[in-house]
């Protein structure tokens, strides 16, 4: 008898702890706001009412997120043209023909950077026409 009390008590115990109402059931992660991140990541949320929303409406968290950018694509439209390890450089790294299609993922100065990785790769920008997504 008195381990069905204290079942019941233990029960109705854990029935009046409060609870998150936007908790979310992270398997691999932790909860952060509406979704889950991983374990090791900070979770980043301004919360609107700190920052003195002036709407009249309930302040909501938001999450920051990061603009991812892609690369645009470009054409060598020279006979050709020689890429060098940075801006103005004497130091050349590769050769690029009339019609070769390149990603760009910065311009800086009238230069492009055309390589995402070590060593980088720059063409001047006036030795490239961009391509736009129809145009084969």
Not at 19 to 27: F, G, L, V
Request: charged share 20%.
């Amino acid at each position: 008898m008195q381990i069905k009390i204290c079942c019941y008590l233990l029960i109705s115990v854990f029935l009046m702890l409060p609870t998150s109402p936007h908790a979310r059931n992270c398997i691999k992660g932790k909860p952060c706001g509406n979704g889950c991140i991983a374990k090791q990541k900070t979770c980043r949320i301004d919360d609107l009412s700190s920052k003195g929303s002036n709407s009249g409406t309930n302040p909501r968290s938001v999450i920051r997120r990061t603009v991812l950018r892609l690369p645009q694509v470009y054409q060598v439209n020279t006979e050709s043209t020689y890429a060098r390890e940075a801006p103005g450089s004497p130091v050349t790294t590769g050769n690029y023909k009339r019609g070769q299609r390149v990603f760009v993922y910065s311009i800086i100065d009238g230069w492009a950077r055309i390589s995402n990785m070590l060593p980088e790769e720059w063409l001047e920008i006036s030795k490239l026409r961009p391509i736009h997504s129809g145009t084969q």
